[in-house]
Every structure is written in structure tokens, then in C-alpha cells.
């Protein structure tokens, strides 16, 4: 078998309105990136953001080959 690392994609939940959660992707997030690099990006970005952070999803994709 074979492991392909892929790009993959963070999405941020944010405190919005009413006590709604708001989606935001970022996509094209390198295989390479480490856990610190996309916290402190996401970080930086919610600086920017009118809503706080609830939280911080990170979605890698591999392909598995036989």
C-alpha cells in the first residue's frame, strides 16, 4: 500500500448571532503545514473577524493506493 499525502482544508466555527455557530474553510492547506503553523494562521485571520472562535477543525486527506 501506498500514502499519498493530499492538501486538505481547516474550518473555523465561529460565535456568531444569537449564539449561532458560523462556518468559515480555508482551503489548500499543505500536507506540510504543521498543527502550530494553521493554529497561528487561524489565529491571526479571527483578529480580523467580527465573531471570536469556537473552534479549529483540521481535515487532511491521504490516498491510499494498493
Known sequence: MTAVDQVGYVTIGLNGPSEKIVSVRI???????????????????????????????????????A
Not at 503545514?33 to 471570536?52: E, F, K, P, R
Request: hydrophobic share 40%; glycine share 2%.
Open 27 to 65: 482551503n489548500n492547506i499543505k500536507a506540510t503545514a504543521t498543527d502550530l503553523d494553521v493554529y497561528d494562521v487561524v489565529t491571526s485571520i479571527a483578529g480580523l473577524l467580527q465573531y471570536t472562535v469556537n473552534n479549529i477543525m483540521r481535515n487532511e486527506r491521504t490516498i491510499l493506493t
